[in-house]
């Protein structure tokens, strides 16, 4: 079965920074797709950040300018650096692998168990 385990979530105040890491226990060069998603409570889960095999990223309107997502497939890795964070970012965070293509989309087939992130003002 595929693994997948987050890491690196934390409290940090708004404008801080945070790097969570994904370390899958297959080839991240199986998948298509990987992503990171977030949920709160009284909220779907959500798409943040996706990024194709070939590195190309998609980011929700929400993060984009403040999250870099990448690959490092060598290592089986996904990370997710978020810059200034803010209250809302506060979430659970999972990390979320697809063979299939269309990686914007919330249909993934493994799923980590997740990191909390929580931003004070």
């Known amino acids: 079965a595929v693994r997948l385990v987050e890491s690196g979530g934390g409290s940090v105040q708004a404008g801080g920074s945070l790097t969570l890491s994904c370390v899958a226990s297959?080839?991240?060069?199986?998948?298509?797709?990987m992503g990171w998603f977030r949920h709160v409570g009284g909220k779907e889960r959500e798409p943040v950040a996706t990024?194709?095999?070939?590195?190309?990223?998609t980011y929700a309107d929400a993060v984009k300018g403040r999250f870099t997502v990448s690959r490092e497939n060598r290592e089986n890795t996904l990370r997710l650096q978020m810059n200034g964070l803010k209250p809302d970012d506060t979430a659970t965070y999972y990390c979320?692998?697809?063979?299939?293509?269309?990686?914007?989309?919330?249909?993934?087939?493994?799923w980590g168990q997740g990191t909390q992130v929580t931003v004070s003002s």
């Open positions: 979320a692998s697809r063979w299939d293509d269309g990686c914007w989309t919330a249909n993934y087939t493994q």
């Open positions: 297959t080839s991240t060069y199986s998948f298509h797709c």
């Open positions: 990024v194709s095999l070939g590195g190309e990223p």
